[in-house]
């Protein structure tokens, strides 16, 4: 988003919460609460998969990673356009390569999605919604986290993460 000169940056309240809770739960572990690279998965070395687009995050980090997950908050729009459906076909997309990964190479790697603001999801783009629903019936997303449930559910996500990751380095 392009500022003019003295425009504050607009806050993620959702990313804050969500980065807060899992480092939290994940004690002393690293992890790429901003990713700046695409995600890799390798075999002793060798990329076997990168995916095609940048998350949101990464634990413990963007090559080889246990977890991504992707964050949808749209508190700042006034209107509600492309960038709810882009949202929505750019988690299919990474659903699907995981999908294509795990089939392929045996390699899992859970994806989370995201969401909240009520209006923009439920009064606006309840289609977009809907898609949402079918993405995690079909595989493409793991968890999908609305609003308070990050509350309720990611510490223990996140804690699940730390297990998997100290048995992965035994």
Excluded at 45 to 58: Q, S
Excluded at 87 to 108: I, R
Aim: aromatic fraction near 10%; charge should be negative; proline fraction near 3%.
């Amino acid at each position: 988003m392009n500022k003019q000169k003295g425009e504050k940056k607009k806050v993620s309240f959702l990313t804050a919460i969500v980065n807060m809770l899992i480092e939290e739960n994940i004690g002393d572990m690293s992890c790429n609460y901003d990713p700046r690279i695409l995600t890799t998965v390798t075999d002793n070395g060798v990329p076997l998969r990168t995916l095609a687009r940048r998350v949101d995050g990464a634990f413990p980090d963007v090559v080889n990673p246990i977890a991504i997950w992707e964050i949808k908050e749209y508190y700042h729009t006034k209107t509600f356009g492309s960038r709810v459906a882009d949202g929505v076909y750019e988690t299919m997309l990474d659903g699907m390569e995981l999908e294509e990964l795990k089939e392929t190479e045996g390699v899992s790697v859970q994806h989370l999605l995201i969401l909240d603001d009520h209006y923009t999801w439920w009064d606006c783009g309840r289609s977009y919604l809907c898609r949402v629903i079918d993405m995690l019936h079909m595989g493409y997303v793991d968890e999908v986290l609305f609003g308070y449930e990050v509350i309720e559910r990611l510490p223990a996500v996140a804690r699940s993460w730390g297990e998997t990751y100290r048995k992965r380095i035994k």
